[in-house]
């Protein structure tokens, strides 16, 4: 996610630990956040794999959020208007249909996320002539793979 962000033109900041307190360590954690100057979005992302409860989840989620709003603009981007609005995801395994919103941020299934950014990185190309960069491994990796595991491409007599 955080490759997709960058590669799409973001400043990406990972795992930043905000809100230092006064005996030690920090109020918690922002897992991707990431600002496009071109399109002035600001955005936080926030995955998880977990399997607790909706409950236990609108918990964790609204802790990280509510950090994301209090800290992402004086502490990670301080550049901006302090009342600057921004996207919040929780991007989870699962379906979006009986909860589109956990903890104040939107719901964004993974598969949902992957169409997305497969869909970009189809329309990039071929690996052959529009390569993504090697600083973007993950991203490079699933261009080679869209390209050619593509059914067509996928017969016995090379293997």
Same mark, same amino acid.
């Given at each position: 996610? =955080?490759?997709?962000?960058?590669?799409?033109?973001?400043?990406?900041?990972? !795992?930043?630990?905000? /809100?230092?307190?006064?005996?030690? /360590?920090?109020?918690?954690?922002?897992?991707? &956040?990431?600002? $496009?100057?071109?399109? !002035? $979005?600001?955005?936080?992302?926030?995955?998880?794999?977990?399997?607790?409860?909706?409950?236990?989840?609108?918990?964790?989620?609204?802790?990280?959020?509510? =950090?994301?709003?209090?800290?992402?603009?004086?502490?990670?981007?301080?550049?901006?208007? $302090?009342?600057?609005?921004?996207?919040?995801?929780? &991007?989870?395994?699962?379906?979006?249909? !009986?909860?589109? &919103?956990?903890?104040?941020?939107?719901?964004?299934?993974?598969?949902?996320?992957?169409?997305?950014? =497969?869909?970009?990185?189809?329309?990039?190309?071929?690996?052959?002539?529009?390569?993504?960069?090697?600083?973007?491994?993950?991203?490079?990796?699933?261009?080679?793979?869209?390209?050619?595991?593509?059914?067509?491409?996928?017969?016995?007599?090379?293997?």
């Amino acid at each position: 996610m =955080a490759e997709w962000l960058e590669y799409k033109g973001y400043f990406v900041r990972r !795992n930043v630990k905000v /809100g230092k307190l006064p005996h030690g /360590g920090f109020q918690g954690e922002l897992d991707i &956040v990431g600002y $496009h100057p071109l399109n !002035n $979005h600001l955005i936080q992302i926030e995955p998880s794999i977990d399997a607790h409860t909706w409950e236990k989840r609108e918990q964790r989620f609204r802790k990280k959020f509510e =950090a994301g709003r209090k800290y992402i603009i004086p502490e990670i981007f301080p550049w901006l208007p $302090h009342n600057k609005t921004f996207e919040q995801w929780a &991007v989870l395994w699962g379906s979006d249909k !009986n909860h589109s &919103v956990v903890g104040s941020g939107k719901v964004v299934p993974i598969w949902k996320l992957y169409k997305l950014i =497969a869909k970009d990185i189809i329309a990039i190309g071929s690996p052959v002539g529009s390569a993504i960069p090697e600083q973007f491994p993950l991203l490079r990796t699933m261009q080679y793979t869209l390209y050619w595991a593509a059914p067509e491409k996928l017969e016995d007599e090379d293997a």
